[in-house]
């Protein structure tokens, strides 16, 4: 599985932004995706994840009512939509496929990751 981030962008503080994941492979629609990010100096941290039917979601308590994440299996392609956002939201966000579904949550159980898109979230 292949995957591409896109949607990435600057914003204002309070502003809406919905980020792309476009995958590669006939094997997405049987992965766990997940959406995390990873902040200037910090480690990254997962935001979100999304069971292979979408009937699943998870997400991080820091973000937790402002952000959404959905899958388009037809369409190869989750995202992640995220309503009032935050100067602390800025980071680097990436998506990433688990073939084996063990650990939503755990960035070690995920097999493949996009190259990153930049949130930056001006105050």
């Known amino acids: 599985v292949q995957l591409q981030a896109s949607g990435g962008g600057l914003v204002q503080a309070g502003d809406s932004l919905r980020l792309s994941c476009a995958a590669s492979g006939r094997t997405f629609s049987s992965c766990v995706m997940g959406w995390f990010r990873q902040a200037p100096g910090k480690e990254r941290e997962f935001v979100a994840g999304?069971?292979?039917?979408?009937?699943?979601?998870y997400y991080a308590d820091s973000v937790k009512g402002r952000v959404t994440i959905s899958r388009d299996n037809a369409k190869n392609t989750v995202y992640l939509q995220m309503y009032s956002l935050k100067p602390e939201d800025t980071a680097v966000y990436y998506c990433?496929?688990?073939?084996?579904?063990?650990?939503?949550?755990?960035?070690?159980?995920?097999?493949?990751w996009g190259q990153g898109t930049l949130v930056t979230v001006s105050s």
């Open positions: 999304v069971s292979w039917s979408g009937g699943r979601t």
């Open positions: 990433a496929a688990d073939r084996d579904g063990l650990g939503v949550r755990d960035e070690r159980e995920y097999n493949y």
